[in-house]
């Protein structure tokens, strides 16, 4: 842990800060990730980009950071011909690389708590076929299970601050990720991919956050990559059904295309909608998606002056 106190007491106390994109920040620095492992390569080809682009969200104000293992799977790794031991490590490494831009980033000066959420992406992730927006596989919740919960090992016990199972598209993939970290000893937080007020495979948000609500591992319930204009309906939804902090971080409002791999339209993040996102209820907000260090600064700066 690189701070005294829990993410869980700080969320308690006030507002917690996340970071923004990771594939948007390796992109602008010169990296090419036009693969079905994302940034999750530079794991193993790059791994001080990782670090780079993690202290960048720090020094810009983050006190999140959300580690590269978003698309980490054992399966996607052995499609590029890594072992299960290997993948293992770098499974491990992604959370080192966060805990390792924490501790440049306060030896430079940052002297506020910092933590480390280790990523867990969807099933649809690893498929990189835009069905992490879909759900609705054609899994049973036991398979989800059996999927989630060899990584979700791996990455508790390199011991990061909290488990992010995030853009979940799929409430029956939420049942299987509540399932798959209980015993594991590492707090979560359970954030939804959206469209409305309602889960990206249809289903009621109500219901969707109502599996959370009695789940004791969990600390903060939300969404992300979706839309801003998404975000503050799900923000209450969120609190009244589960009584937990609520956590938020959008895309920029641009459209992903899978088949280009490309996204398309205009942003329309801006930071001071923050305001409004606490007034609500949120607790610990960032950015997603195309959501970089210059964003979060100002969502820090919000953040600093509400207080």
Request: net charge negative; charged share 25%; hydrophobic share 45%.
């Amino acid at each position: 842990m690189t701070s005294t106190i829990t993410l869980a007491e700080a969320l308690a106390a006030g507002t917690v800060v996340l970071d923004g994109g990771m594939s948007n920040q390796l992109e602008s620095a010169g990296h090419d990730l036009s693969d079905e492992l994302w940034s999750a390569r530079l794991l193993a080809e790059r791994p001080e980009a990782i670090t780079e682009a993690h202290l960048a969200y720090f020094e810009a104000g983050a006190d999140v950071a959300i580690t590269s293992s978003y698309q980490a799977t054992f399966e996607g790794f052995a499609k590029r011909g890594i072992g299960q031991e290997r993948a293992a490590e770098l499974l491990a490494l992604s959370v080192e690389s966060a805990r390792e831009a924490a501790r440049r980033a306060q030896a430079g000066g940052v002297t506020r708590p910092l933590w480390v959420a280790a990523s867990v992406g969807p099933y649809g992730a690893m498929l990189a076929d835009g069905s992490e927006y879909r759900g609705r596989y054609g899994l049973s919740v036991a398979e989800l299970e059996r999927f989630h919960r060899p990584r979700l090992e791996v990455l508790a016990g390199a011991r990061p601050d909290v488990l992010a199972l995030e853009t979940v598209p799929d409430a029956d993939e939420a049942e299987a990720l509540l399932r798959a970290v209980r015993g594991l000893g590492v707090p979560a937080w359970l954030s939804y991919s959206v469209a409305g007020d309602r889960t990206r495979a249809g289903q009621p948000l109500q219901e969707a956050f109502a599996l959370a609500a009695d789940a004791d591992e969990v600390i903060a319930v939300g969404v992300n990559c979706c839309a801003p204009e998404d975000v503050e309906g799900a923000i209450e939804i969120a609190a009244r059904v589960t009584g937990k902090p609520v956590v938020v971080y959008p895309n920029s409002g641009e459209a992903w295309n899978a088949e280009a791999r490309a996204w398309e339209g205009r942003s329309t993040f801006a930071a001071d909608q923050v305001r409004g996102w606490r007034e609500s209820g949120a607790r610990l907000i960032g950015g997603c998606c195309r959501v970089g260090p210059e964003a979060i600064g100002s969502i820090a700066r919000a953040v600093a002056q509400a207080r």
